[in-house]
């Protein structure tokens, strides 16, 4: 279970995730976003922003707002996409993010191509353990999954993006990128909660909370 709390001076919210590990992949069974499901950054947070080298867009909503706000200045803008690919614009992306769940298949390619018809200019389409592709108007890269033992696949995305964006970053190809994120996201995979940590036991409250969410 992962839990936050943020607010403002006039109202606190609770965001909450339950997680279960169910045949060595993650099943989510509750996702309340709480704060972060309305947030959007004010005008100053934008100017903020704009002066950075590069702002990676993520969360339940994405804002192609903020990504055509940010197309104007110096900052890259990347966004991940997860499951939710009808965006109908794209444009100002550099690098847009996707899952294809495990296939690695003409769906896969078509889904980067649709991401670049809207606009981004470099689509990256995660397959789970099928691998991974990126790319181009001008070219295309696959990488195949890392054979491990599996712990848990918690985190595993956002570290391949992470480790992708650092290479893409300072010049590294396509081709390396994916080579190097799906590296990253293997030894998240290989942690249960996807880093070393040490477990702590949910209390009865949160327990009911959870029940409550799921009924």
């Known amino acids: 279970l992962l839990r936050g709390r943020a607010g403002t001076a006039n109202n606190t919210y609770d965001s909450a995730i339950a997680i279960a590990t169910r045949n060595e992949d993650r099943q989510f069974l509750v ?17 903020s922003l704009q002066e950075a080298s590069w702002v990676h867009v993520a969360g339940p909503l994405v804002s192609t707002e903020l990504a055509r706000d940010l197309a104007t200045s110096r900052a890259r803008v990347s966004i991940d996409l997860s499951t939710n690919h009808d965006v109908p614009s794209l444009a100002g992306i550099d690098i847009a993010f996707a899952s294809n769940g495990d296939a690695r298949d003409p769906s896969a390619e078509a889904l980067a191509r649709r991401i670049l018809d809207a606009g981004a200019a470099e689509a990256v389409v995660t397959c789970g353990s ?6 181009t108007s001008a070219t295309s890269a696959a990488c195949d999954a890392l054979p491990i033992d599996l712990i848990d696949t918690c985190g595993a995305g ?10 893409r970053s300072i010049g590294a190809s396509p081709s390396s990128a994916l080579a190097a994120a799906t590296q990253s996201a293997s030894m ?5 909660g996807g880093f070393p940590q040490t477990t702590m036991t949910i209390t009865d409250k949160v327990r009911a909370r959870v029940r409550e969410s799921l009924t």
């Open 130 to 135: 099928a691998g991974s592709i990126a790319m």
């Open 31 to 47: 996702d309340e976003f709480g704060v972060s499901a309305t947030w959007s950054p004010t005008s100053a947070e934008v100017s």
């Open 158 to 167: 956002d570290s391949f993006i992470a480790a992708y964006l650092r290479e």
């Open 188 to 192: 998240t995979c290989r942690h249960l």
